[in-house]
């Protein structure tokens, strides 16, 4: 069975510091997905990667999947309070998403 | 707003109860997936439905039981509750190749079930 653990677990920051969130697998992902929940909200779909190495930026967010295809890191730049929210990395197993454990960030203004 | 429409909100129950979430997904998506989630377990995948039949079964308890009907909208039915099943439950939708593939899901807002 596909573990996804993530880490850290839980974040608090000030507004304007950088920070990265990982995923690690015990097996190699076929492909990632990393997706945001805002406290209330359902889970919404950031990135997907699919290559080894591959990297994906989305405004202050950078993604990378690790060349092996075993872990991946979620990298922001200048964390706003609107950061706020569960990280949860995802993987597709058959015919299931198989979530992480989840990075729950606090962005403090 | 992503499209999938889940009822109810919110729920309020007792031990010994059965309650049904509905969840109706985005237009034209074929699948439909029910996640719990719980404050110290995270999302954790119930079953799939693809087209009317069961295609994925997670860690589903024997008494949680789901469809979809031919509408493709999708009922959840929890019975004999516990505390324990207390948590909030997410349905999403996905289209695609019969339900495969690197594609997004799409999830509705979630219900939260409390059991007293």
């Known amino acids: ?109 | 707003d992503s499209g999938v429409t889940q009822t109810p909100k919110h729920l309020i129950t007792a031990t010994g109860q059965r309650v049904t979430l509905r969840c109706s997904p985005r237009s034209g998506d074929l699948s439909v997936y029910w996640y719990q989630q719980s404050l110290d377990q995270g999302l954790q995948f119930l079953i799939q439905y693809y087209n009317g039949e069961e295609r994925a079964k997670g860690n589903i308890l024997e008494r949680f039981s789901a469809q979809q009907f031919p509408d493709l909208h999708s009922e959840l039915n929890l019975s004999s509750l516990e505390l324990g099943d207390s948590a909030l439950y997410f349905c999403a939708s996905s289209g695609g190749n019969r339900g495969r593939g690197t594609g997004e899901l799409f999830f509705g807002e979630g219900s939260r079930l409390t059991v007293l």
């Open chain 1, 1 to 109: 069975t596909q573990l996804l653990e993530q880490s850290p677990q839980f974040l608090s920051i000030q507004e304007g510091e950088n920070l990265t969130v990982y995923c690690n697998s015990s097996s190699v992902f076929s492909s990632l997905q990393w997706y945001r929940q805002e406290p209330g909200e359902g889970p919404v779909l950031l990135v997907t990667v699919v290559t080894g190495g591959e990297v994906k930026k989305l405004k202050r967010l950078t993604f990378q999947f690790g060349d092996a295809r075993k872990d991946s890191s979620l990298h922001i730049t200048a964390a706003q309070p609107g950061d706020t929210g569960l990280y949860l990395c995802a993987e597709r197993n058959t015919d299931k998403l198989i979530f992480g454990t989840g990075t729950r960030l606090q962005v403090f203004p």
